[in-house]
């Protein structure tokens, strides 16, 4: 069953714009693509949902190829507070079944 | 609008003793979730159930691990005998999407941290 990919972890600064990819080559058809953020102690939260192209919500983008096969979380202008864990999420084939995959997260650090 | 909920928060059990959690999902969510999250990795989906039906349970290790959601509504998830790898952090999650749907918005309850000595 294949995995998810994200880089393990990345480090920015405050004001920055942080640019997260998941790699998800075996993504089902149909299925959305879903970045999650998850603080420690926490369970994960929601930030942004996409089936293709560009989406945009208040606190992040998501940009999806026409492919499908990669994401791209877009978090414009990171603060403090945005150091956490952030996970994407696909339902990726298996056989006749789809399963849900969660990558193993990129661990973001926002210094000040 | 409440979250999930989950009890215990956390539990400390001796290996091969039995244990039990507990879950409410968000009011009018058909699909639960239970995932074991191991220290610096990602989510690891256990059951999936749609009202009270099982969808996927394929990594659920069912030698030692059961879950039932009888009413559609809360659930449990019991191991027994608990070995000392099963220490984690267990995490309930709801969503309205209903099973073969595909959008993932879940949320999560804090989750039960469980350490096996």
């Known amino acids: 069953l294949a995995k998810t990919t994200q880089p393990i972890s990345m480090d920015s600064y405050e004001g920055q714009e942080v640019n997260i990819t998941c790699s998800h080559n075996?993504?089902?058809?149909?299925?959305?693509i879903t970045w999650y953020q998850q603080f420690p102690s926490q369970g994960p939260r929601f930030i942004i949902q996409g089936y293709k192209t560009k989406v945009t919500n208040e606190v992040a983008s998501l940009f999806i190829p026409a492919d499908r096969k990669s994401s791209t979380l877009s978090l414009p202008r990171v603060s403090l507070s945005d150091t956490a864990v952030y996970y994407c999420?696909?339902?990726?084939?298996?056989?006749?079944?789809?399963?849900?995959?969660w990558g193993l997260g990129t661990s973001l650090a926002v210094n000040p | 609008e409440a979250g999930v909920a989950q009890s215990p928060r956390y539990k400390i059990i001796e290996k091969r003793q039995s244990v039990a959690f507990w879950c409410n999902p968000i009011s009018g969510h058909a699909t639960l979730y239970w995932y074991q999250q191991i220290l610096g990795q990602g989510p690891k989906l256990l059951i999936q159930?749609?009202?009270?039906?099982?969808?996927?349970d394929s990594q659920l290790p069912k030698d030692r691990f059961s879950a039932e959601r009888l009413k559609g509504v809360d659930s449990t998830l019991k191991i027994q005998p608990a070995k000392l790898e099963d220490s984690a952090v267990y995490l309930c999650?709801?969503?309205?999407?209903?099973?073969?749907?595909?959008?993932?918005?879940?949320?999560f309850g804090p989750g039960t941290r469980l350490t096996v000595t």
């Open positions: 999420l696909v339902g990726e084939r298996d056989g006749n079944n789809r399963k849900l995959i």
């Open positions: 159930f749609q009202n009270n039906g099982v969808v996927d």
């Open positions: 999650a709801s969503s309205l999407s209903r099973a073969g749907a595909y959008g993932y918005e879940q949320y």
């Open positions: 075996n993504i089902a058809t149909n299925d959305y």
